[in-house]
Each structure stands twice: as C-alpha cells, then as structure tokens.
C-alpha cells in the first residue's frame, strides 16, 4: 500500500491521461459510428460496399498491430503527428467499427413503416435517417453502446505499448522502482473497474430513462 501513496502523483497523471484518452476516443468513434452507419444503410450499393469494407476491415485487424504501425510507420512517410493524438485517433477509428455494427443492428429494428412515412411526407434519405430513423434506433442500442463504451475503456491501455504514460504505463513504471506489483497493478485494476463500473451504471440509468420515454 505505501508504494500506491508513494507514487500517487504519477499513477493520477496516468489516470487522467487514460480519461483523456476514454473520452476523445469516444466522442470520436460515436461520429464516425453514425457516418459509417449512414453508409452501411445507405440506398446506394457503392456506399454500402464502403461501409462494409471499413468494418470488416477494422473488426479484422488487432488494434494493437494498428497503433504500432500509426506511432511507429507513419514518421517514415513523413507524417509527424502528437503521440496521443495519434493514439486517439486509432483507437477511435477501430472502434468505430464495432460502435458502426451496434447502431446498425439498432437501425434495422426500427419498423420499416417508419422511413416509408418520413419519405411519403418528402423528407430525403439523410433528413429521415436524422430526424426519424436514428433517434428511434439510438434508444434501442443503449445497453450494447454501452458495453462498447467500457471495451474501448480497456482498450487504451495497450497505448502504453507504443510509449503513453497512461495508468497501465505508470503503474508499470511504478512497479519497476518499488518491485511490488500486486498492491500496483490490483489498484491499476480497481481503477479500471471503477471506469466500468460508473459506464455501466450511467448505461443502466439512461436505458431505463429512454424506455419510460418510449
């Protein structure tokens, strides 16, 4: 326990650049989930192939192997980049995918009458995707948004693999001066698991807000 009060100061700035990661990340993924959706769904084969090929693509591909090419492959193409941009911008672009597939499912719930109204009163494809189809899907995929939410949580921890000083990298270097690892990386992990725990709670809160809105 005293080499967790010892260090606290380097295991909070990992914190907080873990949260920084969670929350850009996210805010990120979500955006591209819906554009990606709105091609997945899209009426023109062209698009739909696109949405396609970049889920398949990013469902198939370990992120890991993708954030050492960014961090790693990148600069020898001349492209220099902030080492945790670069890392959100992977991470939000990996999980996009799985956040794209999610409100997919949520998008095909939606009674089919609902977009044959919103075009029989001249609202085009994307307005009735907006207005009509999306907010009605969004309430349908609470629970699996959110359980994505916590699998990108645990997620940014591998980029301490490419140099991040998150929580898992402090905690590792923690551990390399005081030798104990249990205290360090069982506290690393209630960390983690309060991250999860506050996503699932605020997940369970607002499902049950939006199916009493229902």
Known sequence: ??????????????????????????????????????????????????????VETFQ???LLVLLVLAVFGLPEIGIQADLLETAIVVIAVYQAAYFAEALRSGVNSVAKGQGEAARAIGLT????????????????VVQPIGN????????????????????TAAANRVNLVEAQPIPIFVGAGLAYALIAACAGFVTGRLERKLVILR
């Open 60 to 62: 198939n591909l370990p």
């Open 1 to 54: 326990m005293s080499a967790l009060l010892d260090h606290l100061p380097e295991l909070w700035q990992g914190l907080i650049v873990t949260l920084q990661l969670i929350a850009a990340s996210f805010l990120g993924a979500a955006v591209l989930a819906v554009l990606v959706t709105a091609l997945r769904v899209s009426p023109v084969r062209v698009l739909r192939a696109l949405g396609t090929v970049y």
């Open 148 to 167: 994505l939410f916590i699998a990108l949580a645990m997620n940014t921890s591998l980029a301490a693999a490419v140099g991040i000083v998150d929580l």
């Open 125 to 140: 494809f994307s307005q009735s995707l907006r207005h009509v189809i999306l907010p009605q899907a969004l309430r349908t």
